[in-house]
């Protein structure tokens, strides 16, 4: 293993030069500055928007229903609705003026016809427009606006507005364990799992995990059968060891795996940094103070042990494939492992106690994403993620040993793929 470092070197720094690296770096990094950018774009084709923002409203005598829902919008947060009153009576006059003064849309307010009882009944209110429909974001302010002033109108000032605010605001339905209750729990614990920042760094590191392991896993594959198909390795099984090529390999496309990470990570740093972009990310109301350290250190713990694992496996697979047509076809069970790991984990965010998932979190192939889900947004004991981390080493050193005998014997093994029975026989050939 003296060489490890010049094979590791080598295989840097020959797949950082490839015009393919080169190439699909770019691109990622353009398509990823032009997604980050579509709001602005959309935003610069439609011009100013602030006319989209302005909707009528036709009262006619119903004045101070219409003063009512202004007062509430506006005391809404981040509100940009801007009423304006609207006098004419005629629906085709509303509809001229409606146009002529560039309005999204009015609010017409019709006097209804008085209840069973001769009681006087909430006037019917219908949003006018070009499209005819009512936009998601009007709907979710004007919806609360007119139950508030449908709940005044009803109980004719018998309540006072805190009551008033108090009938039209969402039950909210807290949720605890059996632990908390009994005190047996930290307090507080089940709201810090639900923080957006935490929702967010198990997502990332889940789905860079994925790619990870399906990119430089098939870069490292391919990288070996092609040295195999070309005779290549001939030449280098003289100088350097199998065991030697096959952890140099892992190591090297490791590393220029980072460096595209990084390359990304730069990228997307830069352009949310522009000025119009972070007015975009601070409407998102994320606090950065608040990043999960300890979610982000296991992430990336399981992180690195999960890519090893797969890329070993790659490897071994990689040098029993004679030719690189072969390779798809022959990588496809780790291609399925690491599908289940990344869909068990992402299918299951809502649920992360759920027993699928606790098993999943002890199984080497998928306990990279389920265990970092369980830790980011669950409940999860310390033990457990020692049990864990304890297999997926022993997996690592034991699929480790089982791949540097794959590869040690592979690598010269031409023609068909071969057989287990082939392969186990000339493995008891080599001792590691």
């Given at each position: 293993?003296?060489?490890?470092?010049?094979?590791?070197?080598?295989?840097?720094?020959?797949?950082?030069?490839?015009?393919?690296?080169?190439?699909?770096?770019?691109?990622?990094?353009?398509?990823?500055?032009?997604?980050?950018?579509?709001?602005?774009?959309?935003?610069?084709?439609?011009?100013?928007?602030?006319?989209?923002?302005?909707?009528?409203?036709?009262?006619?005598?119903?004045?101070?229903?219409?003063?009512?829902?202004?007062?509430?919008?506006?005391?809404?947060?981040?509100?940009?609705?801007?009423?304006?009153?609207?006098?004419?009576?005629?629906?085709?006059?509303?509809?001229?003026?409606?146009?002529?003064?560039?309005?999204?849309?009015?609010?017409?307010?019709?006097?209804?016809?008085?209840?069973?009882?001769?009681?006087?009944?909430?006037?019917?209110?219908?949003?006018?427009?070009?499209?005819?429909?009512?936009?998601?974001?009007?709907?979710?302010?004007?919806?609360?606006?007119?139950?508030?002033?449908?709940?005044?109108?009803?109980?004719?000032?018998?309540?006072?507005?805190?009551?008033?605010?108090?009938?039209?605001?969402?039950?909210?339905?807290?949720?605890?364990?059996?632990?908390?209750?009994?005190?047996?729990?930290?307090?507080?614990?089940?709201?810090?799992?639900?923080?957006?920042?935490?929702?967010?760094?198990?997502?990332?590191?889940?789905?860079?995990?994925?790619?990870?392991?399906?990119?430089?896993?098939?870069?490292?594959?391919?990288?070996?059968?092609?040295?195999?198909?070309?005779?290549?390795?001939?030449?280098?099984?003289?100088?350097?060891?199998?065991?030697?090529?096959?952890?140099?390999?892992?190591?090297?496309?490791?590393?220029?795996?980072?460096?595209?990470?990084?390359?990304?990570?730069?990228?997307?740093?830069?352009?949310?940094?522009?000025?119009?972009?972070?007015?975009?990310?601070?409407?998102?109301?994320?606090?950065?103070?608040?990043?999960?350290?300890?979610?982000?250190?296991?992430?990336?713990?399981?992180?690195?042990?999960?890519?090893?694992?797969?890329?070993?496996?790659?490897?071994?697979?990689?040098?029993?494939?004679?030719?690189?047509?072969?390779?798809?076809?022959?990588?496809?069970?780790?291609?399925?492992?690491?599908?289940?790991?990344?869909?068990?984990?992402?299918?299951?965010?809502?649920?992360?106690?759920?027993?699928?998932?606790?098993?999943?979190?002890?199984?080497?192939?998928?306990?990279?994403?389920?265990?970092?889900?369980?830790?980011?947004?669950?409940?999860i004991a310390f033990w457990e993620i020692a049990v864990s981390l304890v297999l997926l080493l022993a997996s690592i050193f034991f699929f480790g040993w089982l791949s540097a005998?794959?590869?040690?014997?592979?690598?010269?093994?031409?023609?068909?793929?071969?057989?287990?029975?082939?392969?186990?026989?000339?493995?008891k050939a080599y001792k590691i």
């Amino acid at each position: 293993m003296n060489r490890l470092g010049t094979v590791i070197g080598f295989t840097f720094k020959n797949k950082v030069r490839t015009k393919s690296f080169l190439i699909t770096t770019l691109l990622l990094a353009l398509v990823m500055t032009i997604g980050i950018h579509v709001p602005f774009f959309i935003q610069l084709f439609q011009g100013d928007d602030t006319a989209g923002n302005k909707i009528g409203i036709a009262a006619q005598e119903n004045t101070e229903i219409a003063q009512q829902i202004e007062d509430y919008v506006a005391e809404l947060p981040d509100n940009d609705i801007e009423f304006v009153r609207m006098e004419a009576e005629d629906t085709a006059a509303l509809n001229e003026q409606a146009q002529t003064q560039d309005l999204a849309g009015y609010l017409q307010i019709v006097t209804a016809p008085p209840a069973a009882d001769g009681s006087a009944a909430f006037p019917q209110v219908s949003y006018i427009s070009e499209g005819g429909s009512v936009p998601t974001d009007v709907q979710a302010v004007l919806q609360p606006a007119l139950e508030s002033a449908k709940t005044r109108f009803i109980t004719e000032g018998a309540l006072s507005d805190e009551q008033i605010a108090q009938l039209t605001t969402p039950v909210l339905l807290g949720a605890s364990s059996y632990d908390e209750t009994s005190g047996t729990g930290a307090a507080g614990a089940e709201e810090d799992k639900f923080n957006p920042m935490n929702f967010i760094t198990v997502y990332v590191l889940m789905t860079l995990f994925f790619f990870s392991a399906m990119l430089t896993g098939n870069m490292i594959a391919s990288e070996v059968t092609s040295e195999k198909s070309s005779r290549v390795m001939e030449i280098l099984i003289t100088s350097v060891s199998p065991l030697t090529q096959m952890f140099g390999k892992v190591i090297g496309v490791f590393l220029v795996g980072l460096l595209q990470i990084a390359v990304f990570g730069v990228t997307i740093a830069v352009n949310l940094m522009l000025p119009y972009n972070r007015d975009v990310l601070a409407g998102f109301d994320l606090d950065f103070s608040q990043m999960p350290y300890d979610v982000l250190v296991y992430g990336l713990i399981f992180y690195v042990l999960g890519y090893f694992l797969y890329a070993l496996l790659y490897a071994a697979v990689g040098s029993i494939v004679s030719r690189t047509e072969d390779l798809g076809q022959a990588v496809t069970p780790l291609t399925m492992l690491s599908l289940a790991a990344f869909y068990i984990g992402i299918f299951s965010l809502n649920n992360t106690d759920s027993l699928l998932m606790k098993i999943s979190s002890f199984v080497p192939f998928t306990s990279p994403t389920t265990m970092i889900a369980r830790i980011g947004l669950g409940e999860i004991a310390f033990w457990e993620i020692a049990v864990s981390l304890v297999l997926l080493l022993a997996s690592i050193f034991f699929f480790g040993w089982l791949s540097a005998k794959i590869y040690r014997t592979g690598v010269l093994m031409y023609g068909k793929r071969p057989s287990f029975k082939e392969l186990r026989k000339a493995m008891k050939a080599y001792k590691i």
